[in-house]
T-cell receptor, first 118, second 112 residues
């Protein structure tokens, strides 16, 4: 089974509207972390937001929020008030492993291409 | 500038050759991760080093090897290159697992 599943290959949204990018994950670890990254056409990977498995509140970073539903194993990214510059590939990722030992792996989904139109 | 430096940015080489990709992590970050991004495989984790020691291994081919030096910079060596090795290779570093992995701008390898 895939560890990270992003079921939307592409999404379209109009400027100023909100959009939700879906992500489900699979792990047997009790302690894990969920990340969202943005990759614009220039290729760099930009960290957007983080949610720890023990965090009770949903993470927020400016216009980005993470809708974390632990029982459903989902970690959807919500972008409010979309901007043209939000057009990019978005990756959901999960960190497993123990920070104490220095061991960790970050597994990525296949990504969702978001296009924001004027 | 993310603080993670990768060189070179672009590399074109022939099949059968060997190349070395270099990564300098952010100051203070002990962990370095290598990833390969290709169109068909997506982002694949290759290997992790922590303070000079290998800590985790992913889908890294036997033709590939890596190391992390005492100054914490890391090198990824790719040998007997094949056309299918053409990809974007990322290095990432982290100091705290909570705050994410900071990625370098990547090395785009083209094997011809």
């Amino acid at each position: 089974a895939q560890k990270i599943t992003q079921t939307q290959p592409g999404m379209f949204v109009q400027e100023k509207e909100a959009v939700t990018l879906d992500c489900t994950y699979d792990t047997s670890d009790q302690s894990y972390g969920l990340f969202w990254y943005k990759q614009p056409s220039s290729g760099e990977m930009i960290f957007l937001i983080y949610q720890g498995s023990y965090d009770e509140q949903n993470a927020t970073e400016g216009r980005y929020s993470l809708n974390f539903q632990k029982a459903r194993k989902s970690a959807n990214l919500v972008i409010s008030a979309s901007q043209l510059g939000d057009s990019a590939m978005y990756f959901c990722a999960m960190r497993e492993g123990s920070g104490r030992s220095g061991y960790s792996t970050l597994t990525f989904g296949k990504g969702t291409m978001l296009l924001v139109s004027p | 500038d993310s603080g993670v430096t990768q060189t070179p940015k672009h590399l074109i080489t022939a099949t059968g050759q060997r190349v070395t990709l270099r990564c300098s992590p952010r100051s203070g970050d002990l962990s370095v991760y290598w990833y390969q991004q290709s169109l068909d495989q997506g982002l694949q984790f290759l290997i992790q080093y922590y303070n000079g020691e290998e800590r985790a291994k992913g889908n890294i081919l036997e033709r590939f090897s890596a190391q992390q030096f005492p100054d914490l910079h890391s090198e990824l060596n790719l040998s007997s290159l094949e056309l299918g090795d053409s990809a974007l290779y990322f290095c990432a570093s982290s100091v705290s697992l909570k705050w994410g992995y900071t990625f370098g701008s990547g090395t785009r390898l083209t094997v011809v």
